[in-house]
C-alpha cells in the first residue's frame, strides 16, 4: 500500500469520523418521538385543566404516572398535573362502573407522592367503594354494565388500573390481590385455553344484549359470547397481565396461573407480528384479511407486556426484540406531523364494543384524540427505556 493510500485512508477515516460526530449532535439535538409525544400530551392533548374523568384519559393519566416513576426528573411535573386535574375533579369523581374507577389511579398517585388531602383521600374512599358494590357475575367477576351480568375485557385493565395505584400508595397487597381474582374470573368466561387468546366479551344469559353500540345478539350462542379475539381488548389483558405479575408475590398461589397464562397469550401473539411492520392486526389472528387493518393502539399495548415480560425475566429476552420492533413501527407507520405542533398517532381503531368479524372490520380508523392509545405508546416507550437500565 502506497503513502498516498494511506493519506486517502486516513482522510476518509476523518471525513467519517466528522460525519459522525455531527449525526450525533443532530440526535442529541432532536428530542426522541416518545419525549414529543409526552411533551404534547401533557401540555396541548390532555392539559391537566381538561382532563375528563373516564377511561381514556386514565390510559394516558397511567402513562404518566409510569414515567414518572422511571425518570425522577419528570416526577414533580407530572406530580403537578394529576394534582391540579385530580383536585378539580374529587367531587365528581365516581366508581360506579368499571370505565369510572379507572381514573382513581391518579388519587392513588396523590397518596403514593404525599400530595393528596382530605378531599381526594375522600373521592378516593368513594371510588373504591362504589367499586366494590357493582354487580359481579356467579364467579365474583365485575360486570361491565349495570342492570344485567356481562364480562368485558376492557373491565380487567380498567379496575386493574386504580387496585394496583392503591397498593403503590399503601403497600397493602389486598389490593394485588384483588385484582388477581378479578383476571382468573373473568379468564374463566373469556380466556381460550388453546391460544391463551381472550374474547371480547361473555353474558349471563345469551337473552339477546341490546345497546348503541354492539352488535345485536353477539351473547345468543350457547357459549354466551362473541366468536371473535379483538386486538385492543387482547391489549388490556396483555398489560393487566405484565402488570400484576410484577408486584403479585411469587410465593401466592395465583402468581403461576397467571404467569402460564400471560407466557401462552405472549407466545401465540409473538407469532402473529407482521415481520415488515411490526404492527400487529385490529384482529390478531385473521393475518390474511385484506379488511383487518394493522392497528397502533394494541400493538402498543402487546409491545409493553412484551417489554415489560421480558424485563421482569418471565418471557424470553428476545420479546424485547419484539417490543422494539413494535415501537420503530409505530414511529415510522403511526406517527405523523413529528417535530411540529400537529404530532398525532394514526391506524387507531375508533371505540369498540362486541361482535363478530365483520362488526370490527367496519370499525373506523382515527389519527387523533384517542388519548388511550397515545397513552399506550408512552407505556411502551418507557418500557423499552426500562430494559436499557
Known amino acids: 500500500m502506497s503513502v498516498s493510500d494511506l493519506h486517502v485512508i486516513r482522510m476518509n477515516k476523518s471525513i467519517l469520523t466528522l460525519a459522525f460526530a455531527l449525526f450525533s449532535?443532530?440526535?442529541?439535538?432532536?428530542?426522541?418521538?416518545?419525549?414529543?409525544?409526552?411533551?404534547?400530551?401533557?401540555?396541548?392533548?390532555?392539559?391537566?385543566?381538561?382532563?375528563?374523568?373516564?377511561?381514556?384519559?386514565?390510559?394516558?393519566?397511567?402513562?404518566?404516572?409510569?414515567?414518572?416513576?422511571?425518570?425522577?426528573?419528570?416526577?414533580?411535573?407530572v406530580a403537578d398535573y394529576v394534582d391540579k386535574a385530580m383536585t378539580r375533579l374529587a367531587s365528581k369523581a365516581h366508581g360506579v362502573h368499571p370505565n369510572g374507577v379507572a381514573s382513581a389511579v391518579g388519587l392513588a398517585f396523590l397518596q403514593e407522592t404525599g400530595r393528596n388531602s382530605m378531599e381526594t383521600d375522600k373521592a378516593l374512599e368513594r371510588v373504591l367503594w362504589q367499586y366494590r358494590s357493582i354487580v359481579r357475575s356467579a364467579n365474583g367477576a365485575c360486570s361491565h354494565r349495570a342492570g344485567t351480568v356481562e364480562l368485558w375485557d376492557d373491565t380487567v385493565y380498567m379496575i386493574g388500573l386504580t387496585l394496583i395505584g392503591s397498593y403503590h400508595a399503601t403497600g397493602d397487597l389486598t389490593y394485588v390481590e384483588e385484582f388477581a381474582d378479578q383476571i382468573l374470573a373473568h379468564a374463566e368466561h373469556l380466556c381460550d385455553p388453546e391460544t391463551g387468546l381472550w374474547y371480547h366479551g361473555w353474558a349471563e344469559t345469551s337473552f339477546p344484549a341490546e345497546d348503541a353500540c354492539s352488535e345485536y345478539g353477539w351473547n345468543t350462542n350457547r357459549n354466551h359470547r362473541n366468536n371473535e379475539f379483538w386486538g385492543r381488548g387482547n391489549g388490556w389483558i396483555a398489560m393487566s397481565l405484565a402488570d400484576v405479575l410484577d408486584v403479585l408475590p411469587q410465593s401466592d398461589e395465583r402468581y403461576s396461573q397467571i404467569k402460564d397464562m400471560f407466557i401462552q397469550m405472549m407466545s401465540t401473539l409473538a407469532r402473529l407480528q407482521d415481520s415488515k411492520t411490526g404492527l400487529w392486526r385490529q384482529l390478531p389472528l385473521h393475518v390474511k384479511d385484506k379488511d383487518n387493518f394493522l392497528e397502533s393502539s394494541c400493538t402498543a399495548m402487546f409491545g409493553y407486556a412484551a417489554a415489560k415480560g421480558a424485563r421482569l425475566g418471565i418471557l424470553p429476552s428476545g420479546f424485547s426484540i419484539s417490543a422494539r420492533n413494535a415501537y420503530e413501527g409505530i414511529v415510522k407507520h403511526c406517527l405523523v406531523g413529528l417535530d411540529t405542533d400537529k404530532l398525532a398517532l394514526s391506524r387507531i381503531c375508533a371505540g369498540t364494543c362486541i361482535g363478530e368479524k365483520d362488526y370490527y372490520y367496519a370499525r373506523s380508523q382515527v389519527s387523533s384524540g384517542e388519548t388511550y392509545a397515545i397513552g399506550a405508546v408512552l407505556m411502551l416507550a418507557n418500557e423499552i427505556n426500562n430494559l436499557k437500565q
Open 25 to 77: 449532535v443532530q440526535m442529541v439535538a432532536q428530542s426522541p418521538p416518545s419525549e414529543q409525544l409526552f411533551d404534547a400530551a401533557i401540555t396541548r392533548y390532555v392539559p391537566a385543566e381538561k382532563y375528563v374523568w373516564n377511561w381514556r384519559d386514565a390510559v394516558l393519566l397511567k402513562s404518566f404516572i409510569d414515567i414518572a416513576r422511571s425518570e425522577p426528573q419528570k416526577r414533580e411535573l
